[in-house]
């Protein structure tokens, strides 16, 4: 490139190559430089005749162009293919007031757009899978837990709406980001702008972005956007790694809760019995990967002075690698969601008298006006003392009450039953986002309602950029008309 270097080493130039990864970006690199070329040529930088030749041999790059190493990258690929059939005369116009500076970060958001959007059909997809399940369990009773020990009473569809409403953090996380990501560099140069009379704006325009990131040397330099969708997929990860982890738990033959379809597991090769939730344990794995590539961005751009600097160029595997892990574990993970199957009877056996302990406190509170911290102590001596799972022995009680604080209470069988019924215990929780059928059925109507939302937003995004590319096409068929000179 140029003639101020001789001539740099092989082990340099193969030590400093992007191709590897530029694949990710050659196609928003071909669509940059047409809508760029367009500007020029409307900007009466370049002649219309140059221009429209430029544009025909960018357009005749084939789908499976191969990257050529020895060009560095996929910018020098891209314009030497383009001087190799148009000669360096008209084709050398390509790069005019532009740089790989600016042309790579606008590339970057480009693609970063269009994954991100997937992710969030991605995960609406599986929100929706979850809602599906928790219908179908409203009344599905089952332990509670905390510290994965038995806590209180709850819903299965109570406890999936909470992983759902995680997913749905995620999905605004992802709206929330998408400005930021899609505000074009273009124009910026190397960090300077240029003196040509460019139109930043038309070139944006032209590629779908919303605005641009207006000073130049921000533009160039500037990756927290990388870092911001990084972190939103290790979010969503970790987030997917937490049901994952329920589901090898639940699995297991010491809860039974569930069983995952025979698709989404494996056998042992020694062991004919074992049914192995294969799909859960990876995707449980893939978030260290996640997490592992938003470690090395951040790394990466610590402390990196402006404005642009090649430390830049290893930041950029880093997020193709996150969606690599992200948007597959989404979607195989849906479909496993959505084929498994619960075993309510299982479920129930599990459940036990202890779990309305706290029930019981609340009683003695409400009805015998015990302090609440006299009743917790009451119903925890009443636990160590009871046989196992056994809390309504209305003898026992009274014994206790008697003991801890010196009073003496009545209390009736019908009554004591009741109060450490499971189902009664739920029925009561009539609070908002309880795990009552009804609350948790309110709370599943109001989510699909902003599902509906979210898919329209998504849409519409896609919609967006689909119009973007249409209105580059016109543009190029104007120019070829004539009617830009």
């Not at 978030?287 to 938003?294: A, E, P, R």
Request: include cysteine; charge should be positive.
């Amino acid at each position: 490139m140029g003639a101020r270097l001789r001539k740099q080493s092989s082990e340099a130039l193969e030590y400093t190559t992007s191709v590897k990864d530029d694949s990710w970006i050659l196609e928003p690199v071909i669509k940059i430089n047409i809508a760029h070329m367009v500007m020029l040529v409307k900007q009466r930088i370049v002649k219309a005749e140059d221009g429209t030749r430029c544009i025909d041999a960018l357009l005749s790059i084939p789908d499976d162009f191969e990257l050529d190493s020895s060009l560095e990258d996929v910018h020098m690929n891209v314009e030497d293919f383009v001087i190799k059939k148009m000669g360096k005369q008209i084709g050398g116009q390509l790069n005019l007031a532009k740089s790989r500076n600016d042309q790579v970060a606008t590339a970057i958001r480009i693609r970063l757009r269009e994954n991100i959007l997937h992710v969030a059909y991605a995960l609406l997809d599986l929100r929706e899978a979850i809602l599906q399940v928790a219908s179908r369990h409203l009344k599905t009773i089952m332990p509670g837990y905390t510290h994965l020990q038995h806590a209180q009473p709850i819903t299965l569809a109570h406890h999936l709406l909470a992983h759902h409403d995680a997913f749905a953090r995620d999905f605004e996380r992802i709206e929330n980001a998408y400005g930021r990501i899609n505000s074009s560099p273009m124009g910026s140069a190397a960090l300077a702008t240029t003196s040509f009379r460019i139109d930043r704006r038309l070139v944006a325009n032209l590629l779908g972005f919303d605005s641009l990131v207006e000073n130049s040397i921000d533009a160039v330099s500037s990756r927290d956007f990388v870092v911001e969708a990084i972190s939103i997929l290790s979010l969503i990860m970790s987030n997917l790694s937490s049901i994952a982890e329920e589901f090898v738990l639940w699995s297991s033959s010491e809860f039974g809760i569930v069983e995952v379809a025979d698709e989404y597991a494996s056998t042992s090769s020694i062991m004919p019995q074992k049914k192995n939730p294969v799909v859960a344990e990876l995707v449980r794995a893939r978030h260290s990967t996640v997490l592992g590539d938003l470690v090395s961005s951040l790394t990466i751009l610590k402390a990196l002075p402006y404005s642009y600097n090649l430390d830049l160029q290893e930041l950029t595997p880093h997020l193709w690698s996150a969606f690599e892990s992200t948007t597959p574990s989404l979607k195989v993970f849906q479909k496993m969601l959505a084929t498994a199957k619960f075993n309510t009877e299982r479920l129930r056996g599990l459940l036990d008298e202890t779990l309305a302990a706290t029930d019981l406190a609340n009683f003695l509170v409400e009805r015998h006006s015990l302090s609440f911290r006299l009743a917790h102590a009451v119903v925890g001596a009443l636990v160590r003392q009871a046989p196992p799972h056994g809390l309504s022995d209305t003898g026992r009680l009274e014994k206790v009450v008697r003991k801890e604080t010196g009073r003496t209470v009545r209390i009736s069988e019908k009554e004591l039953r009741e109060i450490t019924d499971p189902k009664t215990s739920i029925d009561r929780s009539s609070v908002l986002g309880g795990p009552n059928p009804k609350s948790v059925l309110a709370m599943i109507i109001a989510r699909k309602r902003l599902m509906e939302k979210h898919r329209a937003w998504t849409f519409g995004k896609k919609l967006l950029l689909k119009n973007a590319d249409t209105r580059l096409k016109i543009w190029v068929g104007r120019l070829k008309g004539g009617e830009i000179t």
